[in-house]
């Protein structure tokens, strides 16, 4: 039986390995196997409500084990280290638990085809103290750490304001850089999160308790959406209490502090908290595995997914290159890697198939971008196929589109009837507990 390996259970990986199951493994056509460095998954364009703590990881992840069982494939734990071409195996890291202890020396898995699918992480452009003194958005277990920091310094916010302690009663300051989806999303959901701080009770904490700095390199936020669309988007974070800076150059970043180039020569922005934002890279080991690579590290694939060079490797998703329509490269959107995730099963189904049908090539459809600016404001644009329309759309349109993404990724993980379930679930919690995590 032809063995098919999938490395990265992420918004696209984990929608091949559900399907190639349901369909290969389920027919006994091929064995598939998932590896992911985590033992559950979290789908990474809720991460901003993770941090405001609106979105309960405990209660809507998806542990892999349980659903490999139900979805015919095999989950393993681990992490990808390097690739035996020759041999057809990939090697995997040593494992190591939660306290730093190793408890699995490092395996190899056998394939005969390869999915690389393992996402992207922040580009820190080489500046200087990203890593050592900014929080970024790369996982569930780095955006629960920024959760209970937020937490945390309410913590000592409401104290002072209440005079139990001496430090300081300023708004807490929390600076992002990067004005694109992420950051704007960001900004807008604390501001949510710091007004239902006030309503659970929290002592002294209202919507002036927080302030936000926005700080983007170029000339305006969201440079994937028309001009209009972002300044209204800006108009509503400015509403909520955003400062956003354009035109803004990070040089540097210092404990709590961001040096920045502005047109009035060297600033310091001070703040409680830093967020990094700022554009994505695939991870730095894709450049050590012998395959081509591009310079923010993706793997660059022909139109069939097929890394270049390869006949049996394929990538998808954040980390591989593929061009689109115009030349243009295909953006990292998870919209993007469900697309190829679906592109990638049919010519898998293809290659396995006694014939070997031809594979068939990526072409991206690109549906529009949504930004939800939390409970304030959804909008964005939609383009339609059929009448090649750029429609703009905002408000209760604009949110329910917004979420029907999420839907239809668990709608490819779960199906309609389950998906249907999970939707009650979910709105008869959202009754019954408070609306926030705060812990
Ligand atoms: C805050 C935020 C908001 C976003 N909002 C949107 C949005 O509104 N719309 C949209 O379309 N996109 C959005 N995105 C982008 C979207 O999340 C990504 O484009 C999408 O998740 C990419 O899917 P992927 O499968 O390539 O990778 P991921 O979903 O990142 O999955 C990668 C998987 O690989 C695993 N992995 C990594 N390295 C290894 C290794 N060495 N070995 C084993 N496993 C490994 C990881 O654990 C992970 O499970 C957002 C991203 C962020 C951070």
Request: aromatic share 6%; with cysteine.
């Amino acid at each position: 039986m032809q063995r098919i390996l999938i490395v990265g259970g992420g918004a696209g990986g984990l929608e091949l390995a559900t399907r190639l199951g349901n369909t290969l493994g389920k027919q006994k056509l091929a064995h598939i196997t998932l590896l992911d460095q985590n033992r559950v998954h979290v789908w990474k364009p809720l991460l901003h409500e993770v941090v405001a703590g609106s979105f309960d990881t405990g209660m809507e992840s998806l542990s892999y084990r349980a659903h490999s069982a139900d979805n015919h494939y095999d989950f393993r734990l681990g992490r990808l280290a390097s690739i035996d071409q020759d041999r057809q195996k990939v090697v995997l890291e040593p494992q190591f638990d939660h306290h730093g202890k190793q408890i699995l020396e490092s395996r190899q898995i056998s394939y005969d085809y390869l999915v690389i699918a393992v996402g992207s992480q922040c580009n820190d452009f080489g500046i200087s103290g990203v890593k050592e003194h900014c929080f970024r958005l790369d996982s569930a277990p780095e955006a629960e750490d920024l959760h209970l920091t937020f937490l945390n310094r309410f913590l000592q916010f409401s104290e002072a304001q209440a005079g139990q302690l001496g430090s300081s009663n300023q708004p807490v300051h929390i600076a992002i850089v990067g004005g694109g989806a992420t950051g704007v999303e960001l900004a807008a959901e604390l501001y949510n999160a710091v007004d239902r701080f006030e309503q659970v009770g929290i002592r002294k904490i209202h919507h002036q308790s927080l302030r936000v700095t926005l700080v983007e390199a170029t000339d305006r936020i969201l440079p994937v959406l028309p001009a209009e669309i972002a300044l209204k988007a800006q108009k509503t974070l400015f509403k909520q209490g955003v400062d956003v800076l354009t035109n803004v150059q990070v040089k540097a970043i210092e404990e709590n502090c961001l040096v920045t180039q502005q047109a009035e020569g060297e600033q310091r922005i001070n703040a409680d908290i830093l967020v990094w934002a700022a554009g994505v890279k695939a991870p730095e080991f894709l450049n050590k595995l012998g395959l081509p690579t591009n310079r923010i590290n993706q793997l660059v694939c022909q139109q069939s997914l097929l890394v270049q060079g390869c006949s049996n490797i394929f990538a998808l998703g954040d980390c591989a290159s593929i061009m689109g329509a115009n030349e243009r490269p295909v953006p990292a959107t998870a919209q993007a890697a469900s697309q190829q995730a679906k592109l990638c099963g049919d010519n898998l189904i293809a290659c396995i198939d006694e014939n070997r049908r031809a594979l068939k090539p990526f072409v991206y459809h690109d549906h529009g971008t949504l930004v939800s600016l939390s409970r304030f404001q959804t909008l964005g644009n939609l383009l339609d196929d059929l009448f090649h329309k750029n429609w703009f759309i905002e408000g209760k349109i604009a949110h329910w589109a917004y979420i029907s993404l999420y839907r239809q990724h668990q709608h490819a993980l779960h199906g309609g009837f389950k998906t249907l379930i999970m939707m009650l679930a979910s709105s008869i919690q959202k009754r019954i507990k408070p609306k926030l995590k705060l812990y």
